[in-house]
């Protein structure tokens, strides 16, 4: 569904105020505050009101809207180009691996829990699945009891239309559902009072999946309640459990309850074919940020765990491995302690050198070729490994990878705040490519846009080209620059031919001057292949290395953010990593599906959004806490978002920011340097190792992450920290300390690049809204100033909003709060109910627009919203703007109201307005100059126009600007709610 506020030629906007005729509401009164005149009650009705208008204004009447959808993922996958490949060097990406995950002595014990199948009357293991031959009386297995909220599911098929039940039930055979397969071709499911329904129909000879959610809470209600999902299509929707008895259901007014389930058993009139049973279950902790724990219970694959032993010899079978591409990740406490094995045949030619580029063995691994370990990994770097000497040419070879296992311990870091309680967090092997190139090699190629001079017709691109040699070469390395996305042309833009002549190695830079360039924009993504070859004396191609790139600058001139000369904004949000469904969680926190990573990218793009913080961690106080996925990068270039890239060196808070690892933070930025979408270099997200120390601290902080970063990378900003106010400084040119004394900070503190932000939440947390009105205070007014520098909110808002709930019932993040909640009391007045959670996201929403816009009329050069999509602590974080299961909530909607380009609102935070009080409509705008019409009309609180006010040929000046408009007094008379709506045209 799309919000009717998506304008490009034209722009509205809303706000909700309330009129008073007492003259205690003159003035700019606070939503709860020193200046509030609303009690609690009082508020809470303005949220309900505001909430109603909301989903009109915005299109959303059931707060159900999925903003993101699978078909729109599948298209903008489908759109999205491979990288560029050499037409000299013989590369070859490595697809389809053989996997297997593995931990010590599984093969025989694996053994062992298949036998007890070949005592079992009726039921044989097939070729890797479990096959029952006609059973009257049920097949039971016996887990640990359940007494919470759990799933269970499994594969089933059976050769025709005949009765099979599956039932979950306790020990005594109390059944809490039966669900399965109808003689009549149709699934079923039971529910109250063994009340049977029939529902969709099944295929014979198929593989259907079951999926049953079990809640066993009694939530609102005494009575237990679960979802059945057959084929992912929801078939049962969070119905009452079956029952036991008659006597049963009297003693409990109708209904029975059940404590606890501890047995899934299947019965079957004629033969079913079963595979893949799964059980997880959830249990209650008492701690805020991990509200519950998972542990796998059930887990039936019915086949052998092959044999580990020789495995890395091109002799031994791995025909029971699984097949899958990379990048691949393994984890989760159900795979606690197995490594990760993986296998590739590679055919290959003749060759002088040969390289295995890899991603990572993230936290580190083996590497063999034909039975020889080539190397020992113990950290997350790309890797260009020469493996020439172990290759076989003109032969079949075998490249095997061993990734360890991850477990956080004390040792390595503590468990991140918003975590799921899974200490096995994902592993994975990255992408891997094969070159077999001459002697005489290019090594690596980088390239930047330098600043724009003052012909916007020309651009000039900054190429590093590195080659290698045994020995003496001469040549020539020609460069070359293609359009390649989304218009692809064999037509050079530019191209350059350097003479070359070195011994061992040489690092050649040059400079393109590219005629009529089309710039990157996150609006107009576009792209160039670079191609860069090496020619020996006599002219031949012996190598080439190509990648793509995009023609932008970026820099801040003016103290703007600037993406190619011209003053923008970085509006978008922060994702932690933390993507369902909850069994995925702990792998795809690392390793996500390039589903998801398009799924984020494009629920950024929908909401007028042109930013992704990359904020993915999982622990803490250790040197590798983040991550350097590149296909986040490489979507990112096409689909056109600009990223704040953090790299694996990162960290997320502590005591010591000696933690980051300097030492390879190069080595990841040049993985992704040359992809456009990159705009920001985040050394860290708020530290605590400052304050009460001496200057120095800060100074030798800001100076180690300033000689890291920009001799690798001049042409990008550099944010030391995403919370600056954590170190000493305590204003833009550091002459003074956070408590007001003279000092002279570092000079890398103000060096070029190095760029300014916060984590600024005035309406978040506890806050009341005098915290609002009084924005800013003296050091962000400073920063906001600077002639120099830009600033960010690199995470904002802090405000809570719980889900609808009636989309989640069955989840297990069904009605939980987070230790979230209190923050109500200081911002409304009170915890609002799990019942008012309507009411919940209209504060978020409405104290959001208030606090941007007031931001924004402030100058701030972007937002980045605390988070894009549900997930943090356990799947129950209230925080983001898109609850756990991808549908939007009211603040979705705000983001993107505020982040249109031109919007209009009220020139203050005033909330309650007294019969004195005007309003002072303000134009904010970001862009090229335009002259516009603003209509401002009042209604009330049933929608009827009281009031319409024009202001004509208003001039918006090129750049980022905020023009406020002659006051008026609103000609309401009556007390009570009333909407005002602002359209510009």
Partial sequence: MASSLAFSQSSRSFELRYFSPDKAANGETDFKGKTAVFSTDQRVAFLKQYADLARQQFDDPQLDTQVVTDAEVTEALNRVKAAPRPQVRQHQPLTDWKYLGYRAGQHNERRQELARWNQTKGAALADGYLRLDGRPELLTWRFASQAWRFTVSWQAKVPRQQEVQFQLSDRTRVPAATVGFGADGRLFYTTARHQRVDTLSYAPDRWHHFRVEVDLSG??????????????????????????????????????????????AVQSAGVVELDDLLGIGYALTDRDHYPYVPETFLDEIFQEKPDIAHWTDLTYDDRQWEAGQLPLGHGSERFAEEDLYLRKKVEVGSFDRAFLNIETLDPGGEVWVNGQRVAVIDNRYPNRLDIGTFLMPNQTNQIAIKVNHFMLTEAVGELMPHSLLDLSIGWLAGRMSLDLVSAAHIESAYAHTLPLTGKADVARLKT?????????????????????????????AAMLSLPVNFTDSLTLTSVLAVNNPTLWTAENPSLYRVQVTLRDSKGKAIDDHTFATGLRTIDQQGGHFRLNGQVSMLNGAQIMGFRGPLEKMAVWQRCPPIEWIARELLMVKKMNGNLLRIHVHAWENSNSEGINDP????????????????????????????????????????????????????????????????????????????????????????????????????????????KGN?????????APMVTRGNQDSPTGYTKDWSELRRWPDAYRQDLLNSPERAYFDFEHEESMAQPNWELLRGKTYY??????????????????????????????????????????????????????????????????????????????????????????????????????????PVVMHYGPGRRVTLTVTIQDEIGKTIEEKKFDNIKLATGRNAVSLPAFRPAWDKEGHYRILYQIE
């Avoid at 456009?676 to 009460?692: C, L, M, R, T």
């Avoid at 003279?742 to 103000?750: D, G, L, V």
């Avoid at 009605?815 to 409304?828: A, L, Q």
């Fill in 815 to 920: 009605r939980v709060h987070s230790y979230e909640w209190p923050y109500d009391v200081g911002t409304i007045g009170r915890k609002l109910t799990l019942d008012e959670w309507a009411e919940s996201q209209a504060w978020q929403a409405f104290s959001a627009w208030e606090a941007m816009k007031k931001m924004r009329s402030l100058d701030y050069d972007g937002f980045s919203w605390c988070t894009l999509h549900g997930g943090p602590n356990s799947g129950t974080y209230m925080k983001p703007i898109i609850d756990v299961e991808g549908h939007a909530k009211l603040a979705y909607w705000v983001n993107k109201m505020v982040f249109q380009p031109t919007v209009a609102g009220s020139g203050n935070v005033d909330v309650v307005y007294g019969p004195d009080d005007t309003l002072t």
């Fill in 464 to 492: 590093q080209v590195n080659l290698r040699h045994g020995g003496v070469f001469r040549g020539r390395a020609d460069i070359a620059l293609f359009p390649w996305y989304p218009i692809e042309s064999d037509k050079a």
């Fill in 742 to 750: 003279p000092i002279k900070a570092s000079w890398a503190y103000t």
């Fill in 631 to 738: 296909r986040i990068a490489e979507l990112a270039d096409q689909l056109g978002v600009m990223l704040v890239w953090i790299t694996p060196s990162w960290i997320r808070t502590g005591t010591d920011w000696r933690q980051i690892d300097f030492a390879g933070m190069p080595r990841y930025m040049r993985q992704v340097m040359n992809h456009p979408s990159i705009v920001v270099w985040e050394a860290s997200n708020h530290p605590q190792s400052f304050k009460g120390k001496p200057v120095s601290e800060s100074d030798a902080f800001t100076e180690t992450i300033y000689n890291t970063v920009y001799p690798v990378d001049s042409s990008r900003l550099i944010s030391l920290s995403s919370y600056l106010f954590h170190l000493h400084y305590g204003n833009d040119v550091g002459t003074i300390d956070y």
């Fill in 219 to 264: 939530g609102e209600t005494t009575v237990g309640r679960y979802n059945l999902y057959v084929d992912d299509r929801l078939v049962a929707d969070y119905v009452p459990l079956e029952r036991a008895s008659t006597e049963r259901l009297a003693y409990n007014k109708g209904f029975s309850t059940i404590g606890q389930v501890n047995t899934f």
